[in-house]
């Protein structure tokens, strides 16, 4: 696999935007979740490089993007369209996306700002039919911040894959080993800020009427409350369809990248 190549747009509010270009054919935009940066998609690119020219965006506040002081999740939404034009202002025709967790919930408000998006794939990542359900214990983020607060960053990360999240201790390992790990330590501030937006999103049926383009609704098996909401989801939209990954939790890009790209790319061609 060839370097990859780091180019910058810039979102409405001023806000720049890194995106890292690397492969051969038609553009995917990659949008990751709350946890990490543009390194997390690493075990995936060599399943989609051969096939796609992959633009994986840092999102606000990570890598080499830049932050603003005031967080609103709409200018998430205005992020990922402003990186979607530029990259199909390049192409010269409409670009894929596929995101996945909170990067999915980005990329689904990104969808009704920008006419741009051709297909939208969203692994378990769209606004929540009943945030509550996907809600941590009570106190996680209030524990999260303590640990922060002591400087106890790893700590807190393990905190949000396991209470957040849902990961067993051999998921978080897994995780733990790979080299995205530094980077997500990294950012895990933007976490608290982004848990709590999330519980204030509500799948709103109407809205997603507007989504016009073909929508994959991605899942993990052994995700018990993401395949109930995605059937919710589906319903809404005008043209999409689920595909349940077997034996997978919410992390299968990272733990079974070949699994996600035989389900990505027959989508997307």
């Not at 606004?127 to 807190?156: D, F, H, I, N, Y």
């Not at 995780?175 to 995205?180: F, H």
């Amino acid at each position: 696999m060839t370097q990859k190549q780091l180019h910058h747009a810039r979102s409405s509010d001023g806000t720049a935007l890194g995106h890292w270009t690397v492969g051969d054919g038609p553009p995917l935009v990659l949008v990751h979740g709350s946890l990490g940066d543009h390194s997390r998609w690493d075990a995936l690119l060599p399943h989609l490089t051969p096939h796609v020219t992959v633009h994986a965006m840092d999102r606000r506040g990570r890598g080499a993007s830049g932050d603003a002081p005031d967080y609103d999740l709409t200018r998430e939404y205005e992020d990922v369209a402003a990186v979607v034009d530029a990259v199909a202002a390049e192409a010269g025709a409409p670009v894929d996306v596929y995101a996945s967790s909170y990067g999915g919930i980005c990329a689904f408000g990104a969808a009704q700002l920008t006419q741009n998006i051709g297909r939208l794939a969203l692994y378990e990542g769209w606004p929540a039919v009943e945030p509550s359900a996907l809600a941590g214990p009570a106190g996680t983020v209030e524990r999260m911040e303590q640990l922060l607060g002591e400087g106890r960053r790893e700590a807190a990360l393990v905190t949000a894959y396991r209470d957040l999240v849902g990961l067993t201790e051999a998921e978080i390992a897994e995780v733990r080993s790979q080299p995205s790990w530094p980077a997500r330590v990294a950012a895990v501030h933007t976490i608290v800020r982004e848990e709590r937006a999330f519980q204030e999103c509500r799948f709103d049926p109407y809205q997603a009427g507007n989504v016009e383009v073909p929508v994959l609704l991605l899942v993990g098996e052994d995700s018990p409350v993401w395949g109930p909401q995605a059937e919710t989801v589906m319903a809404a939209l005008p043209d999409a369809r689920i595909t349940v990954l077997e034996g997978q939790g919410h992390v299968a890009d990272l733990v079974a990248p070949s699994l996600v790209a035989d389900a990505l790319l027959p989508f997307l061609h």
